[in-house]
């Protein structure tokens, strides 16, 4: 069972920076895209950023202009970098890897930003 490996996580004084990573365990075929979700304490997951196959990217309004999504197709490796982080940038932040049929989702990596 393929899984998919977060690192980067951390704590982070606001206005910091944070850079996340997701590679997978094994190969994943017929990705579609890749993306970046977060679940404060709380509330609902939401959407942070996704990225394409084919390299189209969409970003939540909270983070337009701060975050920026990249990907490595080579590694299936996708990227999360964070700017200007805010106190309520704080969650547990997963990776996900949507297939044509079917989906991954990492384990989560907590982000917490102190004021």
């Known amino acids: 069972q393929v899984q998919l490996v977060e690192s980067g996580g951390g704590l982070v004084q606001a206005g910091g920076s944070l850079r996340l990573s997701c590679a997978p365990s094994?190969?994943?075929?017929?990705?579609?895209?890749m993306g970046w979700y977060r679940q404060a304490p709380g509330k609902q997951r939401e959407l942070v950023a996704a990225?394409?196959?084919?390299?189209?990217?969409n970003y939540a309004d909270f983070v337009k202009g701060r975050f920026t999504i990249s990907r490595d197709n080579a590694k299936n490796t996708v990227y999360l970098q964070m700017n200007s982080l805010k106190p309520e940038d704080t969650a547990v932040y997963y990776c996900?890897?949507?297939?044509?049929?079917?989906?991954?989702w990492g384990q989560g990596t907590q982000v917490t930003v102190s004021s």
């Open positions: 996900q890897v949507q297939r044509v049929i079917g989906r991954y």
């Open positions: 094994g190969t994943i075929f017929s990705i579609v895209a």
């Open positions: 990225i394409t196959s084919g390299g189209s990217t």
